[in-house]
Each structure stands twice: as structure tokens, then as C-alpha cells.
């Protein structure tokens, strides 16, 4: 099954807009949640994450909203640069499961 | 290099041949995760170890899929008699605790010829 759900296989921006990209999720125990980058041939890279108990989180041109009634979350990555360019899974976990993982967007950010 | 490492990088097997895929844990990490990303998917979980001990096995297959974590060295995923369908790349994650961020290694990509 399905837990986490990323509906958009691919997303392009151009250089210096904003790039959003969404993550649903269904089951309601989760309250771990993680944004992880992958470029070609490398592992996945962790990049921001955020507690249930905050709606919010910002790690510098990154930030992570959280809306847990919609069960959704989104990652906004502003200005969008080309070396942004690469596949993002969301991920999220609770403390009695393992960390599972979306099927990732390819987010293209063209110069 | 304090990552976690996996070797090979690059495995080619024919079917029906065994294939290892090794995985060192960062320093200090005792749980290890692994996961199998199937072209243009996603990653799928397959199994959670803690040392000697598999705690979730329920993302591997019943059948020709093995993993362990022993207490000395690394941990092990084991296909025996690959199929073509096996060709994926294995990601290896290693976390302090569970459910904490999971770092990865650079992956082992398995061909199955």
C-alpha cells in the first residue's frame, strides 16, 4: 500500500522562480516527516525535515509546510537554482514504523 | 569516510546466480535499512535490521530474499537465483535511532542478465 503518495512524477521551474512540490500521505500515525534529495547515480541526501507538532520549518532557501488535517505537505524551494535540479522523495515515518518513502518528483530547474 | 558504504557499486549476475550486496552502517548506527528503487519508481522499502535481529521484513519477498546484520561487520542482503525483474538499484540507510533521519549510501545497482 501506498503511504505516502507524490502524485507529480516531474515539476520544471525556471531559474529564480518558485518550485513546490507536494506530498500526501495517509496514514495519520505518521508524525515524522522528510524532504531528501537524489541526484544520478548517489543516494538519497537528507534535506529538511519537520515534527507534527509544527506546521512550519525553514532551513534557508528550503521550507517545509505541514497541514496534518489534509494530511499533506509541501517543500518550497525559493529562488530555484539549476543545481536544485535532481529527484526529491518525501518520506515519513512514526515511532513504531520504518521510514517510508513517496515515488519522488524530478524537479528540472532550467537557467 | 564516515558515510555508509556499500559495495559494489555495480553488480552484473546471470540469471539464476546469487548476488551479495554488502553494506556498512555509519559509525555508531546500529539500525540499517534497505531499501530497492525499480526504474522511473520510487523507493520501496524491503527490510529494517538492528544488530542481529531483523525487526521488519515486510518489504522483502518471501521467497529468494535474505538479510541480516551480524554482530560484527556489515550487514548482507542476499537474492538467490536472480531473475531479470531482481535488476533494481539497493539503497542501504543507517540511522542512530529508529524512525531518526536515515543516511544513505550510494547505492548498489544490480544487473540481472
Known amino acids: 500500500d501506498q503511504q505516502v503518495k507524490q502524485n507529480s512524477p516531474s515539476l520544471s521551474v525556471q531559474e529564480g522562480r518558485i518550485s513546490i512540490l507536494n506530498c500526501d500521505y495517509t496514514?495519520?500515525?505518521?508524525?515524522?516527516f522528510l524532504w531528501y534529495k537524489k541526484y544520478p547515480a548517489e543516494g538519497p541526501t537528507f534535506l529538511i525535515s519537520?515534527?507534527?507538532?509544527?506546521d512550519k520549518n525553514e532551513d534557508g532557501r528550503f521550507t517545509v509546510f505541514l497541514n496534518k488535517s489534509a494530511k499533506h505537505l509541501s517543500l518550497h524551494i525559493v529562488p530555484s537554482q539549476p543545481g536544485d535540479s535532481a529527484v526529491y522523495f518525501c518520506?515519513?515515518?512514526?515511532?513504531?514504523?520504518?521510514?517510508?518513502f513517496g515515488a519522488g518528483t524530478r524537479l528540472t530547474v532550467k537557467p | 569516510n564516515a558515510g555508509v558504504m556499500q559495495n559494489p557499486r555495480h553488480l552484473v549476475r546471470r540469471r539464476g546466480q546469487e548476488a551479495r550486496l554488502r553494506c556498512s552502517p555509519m559509525k555508531g548506527h546500529s539500525h540499517v535499512y534497505w531499501y530497492r528503487q525499480l526504474p522511473e519508481e520510487g523507493l520501496k522499502f524491503m527490510v529494517y535490521?538492528?544488530?542481529?535481529?531483523?525487526?521488519?521484513e515486510s518489504g522483502m519477498p518471501k521467497e529468494r530474499f535474505s538479510a541480516e546484520f551480524p554482530k560484527e561487520g556489515p550487514s548482507i542482503l542476499r537474492i538467490q537465483q536472480v531473475v531479470r525483474g531482481d535488476s533494481a538499484a539497493y539503497f542501504c540507510a543507517s540511522s542512530l535511532t529508529q524512525s531518526e533521519k536515515l543516511f544513505f549510501g550510494s547505492g548498489t545497482q544490480l544487473s540481472v542478465l
Open positions: 535490521l538492528q544488530k542481529e535481529n531483523i525487526i521488519d
Open positions: 519537520i515534527s507534527s507538532i509544527k
Open positions: 496514514n495519520s500515525m505518521f508524525d515524522y
Open positions: 518520506a515519513a515515518s512514526d515511532n513504531n514504523n520504518d521510514m517510508r
